[in-house]
């Protein structure tokens, strides 16, 4: 089977069609971002088989406000006729607000959260892997519209570190299909030379906390609850997908919202400069950095610390190298009541 490292489609217009590279596989997710007009009396997100007019749709998720409060209907279209319709009261998306619908591709369903939190199920009634196209119309405006391979496991058992695992190495990419006629096409996410930030999506201001000294053989960084150094591109960043941070150049630090706790999860995807001798990513904390996680290239190993105060605590050193200069990467750190996973 074959993944693919689609970009991301960007502020698209409305109406929108664009490709799904490579179809959908199970485990494959799709994030959708964007905030709902004031007065709006529905928008729709349709993944479907192919990009034709009249086209089987596999899922309509349609959420309305025609009455109070709004609803959410979901259906499939196969040889142009509706199935029956499946309601949800109470509409999670509400005028003028920001939104975010995860739709993760089950065995036999569509998983759909809404705002990061579980919102239904939708058995599939159309083979998933006949879609290979995504539309969205309506009252709504699109900031992003982003895709997440199944996690891929290398086979180098050393992938398994502690406190990040490390999935999904960097795949070709397939040439996107045409635009279905009269809904214009999102030509994607053009390559960054050098890795500069992507307009409209700026590197964040760093926070007041103290800086904290050098790690020995390392160089200092400066106090945030998020940092990475300068030698990955940070692509994409959610913590258990309730938000997302897209194309930032580093280094980088951000507050971490809410904190973490028991369940959390923070993915990372990025790709390691060619030139890179080590980056790392630090989890802060005020007094100092619950997590350093840092794969150094020279040594061809990963080293894992964390850091009270002025004092490094004891290395914790895996042998072996899970990422690749110049390829894509994904790390997923998971919170545990007494331990990141």
Known sequence: MAF??????????????????????????????????????????????????????????????????GYVVTNTLQQSRWGTEERKQHSPFQHGSSFSLQITVQKDAFQ???????????????????????????????????????????????????GFHVLQPTFPAQPGFPAQPGFPFYPGFPAQPGFPSYPGFPA??????????????????????????????LVIMSESFKSSIFIQVVPYKNMINGGLYPGRTINIQGVV?????????????N??????????????????????????????????????RGQSFTVTSHQEPSTFI
């Open 112 to 162: 759909l959260n809404a705002n990061g939190n579980h919102f239904m199920t939708f058995k599939h009634r159309i083979p998933f892997y006949s879609v290979d196209t995504i539309s969205v119309n309506g009252k709504v405006e699109l900031s992003s519209i982003t895709f997440q391979n199944p996690a891929v496991k290398f086979e180098d058992s050393s992938t398994d570190l502690k």
């Open 4 to 69: 693919y490292n689609q970009e991301p489609f960007y502020n698209p217009s409305l109406p929108f069609t664009g490709s799904i590279q490579g179809g959908l596989q199970e485990g494959k997710t799709i994030t959708i971002t964007g905030r709902v007009h004031h007065g709006a009396d529905r928008f729709h997100v349709n993944l479907q088989c192919g990009s034709r007019a009249g086209a089987d749709i596999a899922l309509h998720f349609n959420p309305r406000y025609d009455s109070h409060p």
């Open 273 to 285: 400069n060619p030139n890179a001798n080590r980056f790392h990513v630090n989890l802060l904390f």
């Open 204 to 233: 964040q201001p760093g926070f007041p906390y103290p800086g904290f000294p050098a790690q020995p053989g390392f160089p200092a960084q400066p106090g945030h609850p998020l940092a990475l150094s300068h030698h990955c591109l």
């Open 287 to 324: 007094s100092g950095i619950a997590l350093h996680f840092n794969p150094r290239f020279d040594e061809t190993l990963v080293v894992h610390n964390s850091k009270l105060g002025d004092q490094w605590g004891k290395e914790e050193r895996s042998g072996g190298m899970p990422f690749h």
